[in-house]
C-alpha cells in the first residue's frame, strides 16, 4: 500500500515524495530504464549485426523497440516520436504511409525498368526514346502523346477519377478497418474483408497466395522483406528521377553511358555538367 505523501507547514505536498515515490526511488527508476534501454540495444545490436549500432539511438530505442515490421531504430529526426506527434502526422499514419508509398515505388520502379530493358533488347516496338518513363503518357505538351490507344486529356481524368476512387475507399478502411468488407461493392465485399489492418488488407484480392498466413512471425517476416524491398524502391525512383534531371537519360541507357566511360560518366560528371 503506498505511504500517504508527506506535506509542508502550508499544506502542499512535499516535492521529495510523490505517488509514495521518494527522489531516490524515481532517480533509481530512471536509471533502470536508461540501463534497460542501453541492455535492449546491446541486444538488438548483437541480432542485427555492427550497422544497427549507427542508426538506433537511446531516444529512438524508447519508442522503436522492434515490434514493428522492419525497426532498425532509425529515426535521426524524431519523426515517429509519439511525445512530438501533431495532427494527423501521427506515428502510426507514418509506418501506415511507408507501406504504401513503397507498394508505389516498387510498382515504380518495375514500370520504369522493364520497359527499358525490354526496349534495348529489341523485343519491343517502342525505341529507347520513345520508352523514357517521365515522357510517356505525360499530357501535352511535356510528354509524348501521340501513341496511347486514347488522346492524354480524356486518360488523365479517367485516371484521376478512378484513382480518387481507390483513394477514398483506402482512407475510409484506416479511418475504420475493415469497413470495406462490410460495404456493399457489387457483391465483391467479400474479398475485401482481409485482416483488419489498414497496410495489410489481405484477403482473395490482395493476398490471392496466402503469404504470411501460416502465423504471426510468418506474417512479421513478409512484413519486414516487403518494407526492405520498398525502401530500396523509393531510393531507386528518387535516382532515377535525379538521373532524368541531370542527364535526360534512362536508367539502362545511364547504365551502358557508365560502362562505355566510367570516368566520364558519374555522379560528380553529371552533376558538375548539371550545374554550369
Known amino acids: ?152 486529356y480524356s486518360l488523365f481524368w479517367i485516371e484521376a477519377i478512378l484513382m480518387n476512387f481507390v483513394e477514398l475507399r483506402r482512407y475510409q478502411d484506416y479511418r475504420n478497418p475493415g469497413s470495406m468488407g462490410r460495404q456493399y461493392f457489387l457483391g465483391l465485399e467479400g474479398g475485401f474483408k482481409g485482416s483488419g489492418e489498414p497496410a495489410y488488407p489481405g484477403g482473395p484480392f490482395f493476398n490471392p497466395l496466402g503469404f504470411g498466413t501460416k502465423s504471426a512471425d510468418d506474417l512479421k517476416v513478409w512484413k519486414t522483406k516487403e518494407l526492405r524491398n520498398g525502401r530500396l524502391a523509393m531510393i531507386a525512383m528518387l535516382g532515377f528521377a535525379g538521373q532524368a534531371v541531370a542527364t535526360d537519360r534512362g536508367p539502362v541507357e545511364g547504365l551502358l553511358a557508365h560502362l562505355s566511360d566510367p570516368f566520364g560518366n558519374n555522379v560528380i560528371g553529371n552533376l558538375s555538367h548539371f550545374l554550369r
Request: aromatic residues 10%; contains cysteine; hydrophobic residues 40%.
Open 1 to 152: 500500500m503506498l505511504a500517504t505523501a508527506p506535506t509542508t507547514a502550508f499544506g502542499q505536498v512535499a516535492p521529495s515524495r510523490v505517488c509514495g515515490l521518494s527522489g531516490a526511488a524515481r532517480r533509481a527508476s530512471v536509471i533502470a530504464r536508461a540501463e534497460n534501454n542501453k541492455i535492449q540495444k546491446v541486444d538488438r545490436i548483437q541480432k542485427n549485426g555492427p550497422l544497427y549500432l549507427n542508426f538506433a539511438s537511446d531516444q529512438s530505442l524508447t519508442y522503436l523497440d522492434g515490434t514493428l515490421p522492419a525497426d532498425f531504430g532509425f529515426d535521426p529526426l524524431g519523426l515517429s516520436d509519439p511525445e512530438g506527434a501533431g495532427g494527423f502526422v501521427t506515428p502510426e499514419w507514418l509506418a501506415y504511409g511507408e507501406v504504401y508509398n513503397g507498394r508505389w515505388a516498387m510498382l515504380g520502379a518495375a514500370g520504369v525498368l522493364i520497359p527499358d530493358v525490354l526496349s534495348h533488347a529489341g523485343l519491343i516496338p517502342q525505341t529507347p526514346e520513345e520508352i523514357k518513363w517521365w515522357k510517356t503518357g505525360v499530357i501535352p505538351p511535356a510528354g509524348q502523346y501521340d501513341k496511347l490507344w486514347l488522346d492524354p
